[in-house]
């Protein structure tokens, strides 16, 4: 995936007048939006910077003074900031696997042709319709002990569990994070899976089937392989998705047992302790963050991204 | 090591000064950017409000804050309206919670708005915002309405030995006891005994990592004798109390005194937990007296104020609301006349009456018309005079994390008593360090 680069040519190349032009128009028209681009991402992100490289205080009632990297080594240094890095990428890694098989499953089931699958199929993106926080009240009231549902019928069944208190120890914390985000987001994961599936000719599989091959052989000779490329691309959506998570884990937890996430340390001292420095650069870590992990995705994956791109025209 | 470690260390006041004149520019040019624009502004340089002016006031006055559940503010800004007939009073919604209301008046303290005159202010927020030199200096109008209000209810304006606000209406944590199954509560260890003799006798209360876990954990601290800072603001958390206190509360959920569901409560769900009849003991606050009494409870549960430790004296948390001056705000004199209005021993009875809330004037829980509203006002008022502040500081919020963090560690048992203790002191060492 190398690009291979034009060598330049000696001296200033030869341009005839209307080449000259239509560049200059061409420059004259971008222009704008370039601009625009300009300020409205690289002016934030530029600004969040320049605040993460200041310290400010309370006391002096929101001036600054730079004081260079201190606050990202202060942040590195510390336990809290790498108890979140770990919490994040262990919800990350649970949460988006289990979306992508669960994805794939439901793809596969709304590809099948049967009455009613255009009903189903906008059933099923329900649970991606509502708002995360409304959402993770429902889980909430759902694992609440003594009164929850799921508590209630465990404990009704008589099934082992009913009397556990489920936010309030971290392994069961975190898997009722995980499981609110799988049910919330899998609907998402399998519609991208699904355009990935409806690409796949028919023609393919008729020959699969004059072959001899099994169902299985099938899906894991062909379809597997043609659908790479889309459940790489739900996977680079999902996890970075996940990586910046916020909303679950504050209204399930509040951080407690282990669930704070990178987002939620910035947001603390962003907002609650006003320490615009420090919780600048904890934006700015997770951010990074973010950024390399999707760099690394598209780096080994990236080709099949284009595939899709490709395919789809 | 910790991610509230000041990045360098402190300087003499001084050399700060200088600091800060070095990068005022800068920083004025900085955070004009984001409307900031805030100059240095010592507390001591703030202006104070004249209670005389209260009387001539005339035009409009906005008092913004969070959503009016109960309907008090809108209630309270209507009612002084008519009243008053030269000055109109009109209440804004700037926030849903608690947490969102605060950001929103930060935001309107710092960018030095002038579209509200008052802000209602929770109890805790009068510290960090006095001393950022947004209010308005209160001790004037406080010392002449000072005969009035209860005491501790005024101690929750102060911060530096001046009043940044007047209180509206005050809070106090209370317990509800099942009277047919459990002995009213004389103290912690007895409430904890008698919680642990049978299984319906349990005591729920806040234990989720939240501020309302601070308040619990302070209650019992207070009334063990302890405290976080002491009267010169060094940090004294570090005690025999605060250990005997968090053994105390880590046994009862190990011995069932408390459920161990109590580790993801906060108010709601304490109440809703406590409705299934399943328990003995709640600590919650005065609102959920009327949501009892539609519960099958209705006739079977007490109230009583918070139990003192063995030996000693009962001493609860303060919460409540304060009704605090924007230093910013064009309407001084309307502010002061409003102020008059909702802290008169009249319109203190409404508060109770019509908003079931606790009134800051002593007077109004002997009112028979309260009392009838209100039949555990005497419970109250017991509860709100015994009680003390939250810790006294700017940074109160980083002090509060820290407690309840660590409080919450013991709880769940993923610290001991003495690491916590240790961690608690540290963190909040190192919160008043970054101010």
Known sequence: MAIKTIPASRGPAKTSGRDRAERKLAFRMTAPSLVIMALVAAVPIGYAIWLSLNQYSVRTAGLSRFVGLENYINALASQEWWAAFGQTFLFAGLSVSLELVLGTAMALLLNLAFKGRAVLRTVVLLPYAIITVVSAITWQTMFQPNMGLVTNVLSALGLPGGDVVWLGEHGYAMAVIVMADVWKTTPFAALIILAGLQVISAETYEAAELDGASKWQTFVNITLPLLRPAIVLAAIFRTMDALRVFDLPFVLTRGANGTESMSMLAYTQLRENRLVGEGSALSILTFLTVMVVSVIYVRFAGGNIRDVAKEEQ | ?435
Request: net charge negative.
């Open chain 2, 1 to 435: 090591m910790d991610l509230n470690r000041p990045a360098l260390p402190l300087q003499n006041k001084a050399t700060k000064r200088k600091a800060l004149a070095a990068t005022a520019i800068a920083a004025a040019l900085l955070l004009s950017a984001c409307g900031g624009g805030a100059a240095p502004q010592g507390a001591e340089q703030a202006a104070a409000a004249d209670p005389a002016s209260g009387a001539n006031a005339s035009g409009a006055v906005n008092i913004c804050g969070v959503k009016d559940a109960s309907g008090i503010y809108k209630g309270t800004a209507e009612a002084f309206t008519k009243a008053n007939g030269k000055v109109t009073a009109k209440y804004t919604e700037i926030g849903a919670t608690t947490d969102e209301a605060r950001t929103q008046i930060v935001q309107r303290l710092e960018g030095k708005s002038t579209e509200c005159d008052l802000f209602v202010t929770d109890v805790i927020w009068t510290s960090e915002f006095a001393s950022q030199g947004w209010l308005l200096d209160q001790t004037k109008l406080v010392e002449a309405n000072k005969d009035r209000l209860i005491p501790s209810t005024v101690e929750t304006t102060k911060y530096q030995d001046k009043y940044w606000g007047s209180p509206f209406f005050t809070n106090a944590g209370l317990i509800y006891y099942q009277k047919d199954k459990v002995a009213k509560p004389e103290s912690w260890q007895q409430l904890y005994a008698e919680a642990a003799k049978a299984p319906g006798n349990g005591y729920v209360y806040q234990g989720k990592q939240y501020e309302g876990l601070t308040v619990n954990f302070l209650e019992m601290l207070y009334s063990a004798g302890g405290e976080v800072l002491n009267e010169q603001g060094d940090v004294t958390i570090d005690s025999k109390e605060t250990r005997d206190v968090l053994t105390f509360m880590s046994d009862g959920l190990k011995n069932g005194s408390a459920d161990r569901a109590v580790l993801t409560y906060n108010e709601d769900p304490a109440r809703l937990a406590y409705e299934s009849g399943d328990f003995g003991y709640q600590r919650n606050w005065p609102h959920v007296y009327r949501l009892l009494n539609a519960t099958p409870l209705a006739s079977s549960f007490a109230v009583a104020p918070l139990p003192a430790w063995e030996g000693g004296k009962a001493s609860g948390v303060l919460g409540g609301w304060n009704l605090a001056i924007s230093a910013h705000s064009t309407n001084q004199a309307g502010a002061v006349a409003f102020i008059d209005f909702a802290t008169s021993p009249d319109w203190q009875k409404h508060v109770a009456m019509d908003y079931s809330q606790a009134p800051v004037n002593e007077a109004a829980y002997s009112d028979p018309a309260v009392l009838q509203k209100m039949p555990f006002a005497t419970e109250l008022l017991a509860s709100v005079k015994g009680a003390k502040p939250r810790p006294i500081s700017p940074v109160y919020p980083q002090i509060s994390q820290a407690i309840y963090k660590n409080v919450y560690a013991v709880l769940s048992g993923t610290a001991s008593t003495e690491e916590a203790v240790q961690k608690m002191a540290e963190e909040i060492t190192t919160a008043k360090a970054s101010f």
